[in-house]
């Protein structure tokens, strides 16, 4: 059973770091890209980071880029954001998510079950 | 980035009724569309991708069409579990983006 567990959120003040972990199981995991995707309280859904099987490949949406670092350690089974200058519109449940590659490439098949992280004084 | 919006924001519906959602993309995506089901406190589950390619183990009451601008997501029979908020993605394009979601509740 595929398995994505996200740890590491918590409140944060303005300006400062956090780093969310991703722990996955149940799958060959350096076989696929993976994401994160973020949703503020009562909002929709906002991508945040992608990051290919090897990664040699990073994206990230111009509201983080210079400020988040998607990584991951594949003989861990792992998946990481580092999250710096902090911001209050940061606030949100963030999400670890597989693409499913092939002709499901760049969607969202399986997810984690989210981890807060609140960015207020 | 291509924005992506939906119609309508909500709406009330009933067991057993038909209903669609409809998505539009700022430009043409072709058919990289795929749609998501969010119950409240959930995580987000995928529904269809390719625009109308049902992700396995989804009922096929599910349905999606369309292509280019436009695309439909269409539930034959509602079931009680399907009042739930649905969101549409474009990944034609980094960034991916999401559309600001449909909230499906119960009449």
């Known amino acids: 059973e595929v398995q994505l567990v996200e740890s590491g959120g918590g409140l944060v003040q303005p300006g400062g770091s956090l780093r969310l972990s991703c722990a996955a199981s149940g799958f060959t995991f350096s076989s696929y890209s993976m994401n994160w995707v973020r949703q503020a309280p009562g909002k929709g859904l906002e991508w945040v980071s992608y990051?290919?099987?090897?990664?040699?490949?990073?994206y990230y949406a111009d509201s983080v880029k210079g400020r988040f670092t998607i990584s991951r350690d594949n003989a861990k089974n792992s998946l990481y954001l580092q999250m710096n200058s902090l911001r209050d519109e940061d606030t949100a449940v963030y999400y670890c998510?597989?693409?499913?590659?092939?002709?499901?490439?760049?969607?969202?098949?399986?997810w984690g079950q989210g981890t807060l992280v609140t960015v207020s004084s | 980035a291509i924005r992506m919006t939906q119609s309508p924001s909500s709406f009330s519906a009933s067991t057993g009724d038909r209903v669609t959602i409809t998505c539009r993309a700022s430009?043409?995506?072709?058919?990289?569309l795929a749609w998501y089901q969010q119950k409240p406190g959930k995580a987000p589950k995928l529904l269809i991708y390719?625009?109308?390619t049902l992700q396995s183990g989804v009922p096929s009451r599910f349905s999606g069409s369309g292509s280019g601008t436009d695309f439909t997501l269409t539930i034959s029979c509602l079931q009680s579990e399907d009042f739930a908020t649905y969101y549409c993605q474009q990944y034609y394009s980094y960034p991916v983006t999401f559309g600001p979601g449909t909230k499906v509740d119960i009449k």
């Open positions: 998510a597989r693409d499913p590659s092939f002709a499901a490439a760049n969607t969202f098949d399986y």
């Open positions: 990051i290919s099987s090897s990664s040699s490949t990073i």
């Open positions: 390719a625009a109308s």
């Open positions: 430009q043409g995506i072709s058919s990289y």
